[in-house]
């Protein structure tokens, strides 16, 4: 599987500093895991607060991702191992994440979940013919 022409899925985190702002941002699958690129903005002006901030998550730290579809936007949701492996990212709750996605970019975002839930899957089995099973 090539990674080198992996695409960018933009999201969204609402309800950030109890709905004053919201997190914008693209997602990215790699080979080694997942990327997530954000800044914060005002919700009603649309003021960037943030500098752009960047989140890595190696397959190590994933536990589970999945694609949730709905009738106006889909949902990505990941899983991590530990809490503080997602602790930088807006909204994390007991070491999940979920970014919103809108209806335009759900079929891109659902390949590139496929994509990441392969690679998951490969590096769990991995770990697994290595004897390591602390994923």
Same mark, same amino acid.
């Given at each position: ?7 960018? *899925?933009? $999201? ?14 693209? &997602? /990215?699958?790699? %080979? ?32 589970? *991702?999945? $694609? ?14 530990? &809490? /503080?492996?997602? %602790? ?48």
């Amino acid at each position: 599987m090539t990674y080198s022409n992996s695409r960018s *899925v933009p $999201f969204e985190i609402p309800n950030v500093t109890h709905g004053i702002h919201l997190a914008k941002g693209i &997602m /990215k699958a790699k %080979k080694e895991g997942i990327e997530l690129e954000y800044e914060i903005q005002d919700v009603l002006f649309g003021i960037t607060h943030t500098d752009v901030q960047t989140v890595f998550l190696s397959y190590d730290k994933i536990q589970e *991702v999945r $694609f949730k579809k709905g009738w106006f936007s889909a949902k990505v949701i990941i899983e991590a191992n530990s &809490m /503080k492996d997602v %602790k930088s990212i807006p909204q994390a709750e007991q070491a999940s994440v979920t970014l919103k996605i809108k209806r335009k970019h759900r079929e891109e975002a659902e390949q590139v979940i496929s994509q990441a839930r392969l690679q998951l899957s490969e590096n769990k089995l991995s770990q697994l013919d290595d004897g390591n099973t602390d994923y």
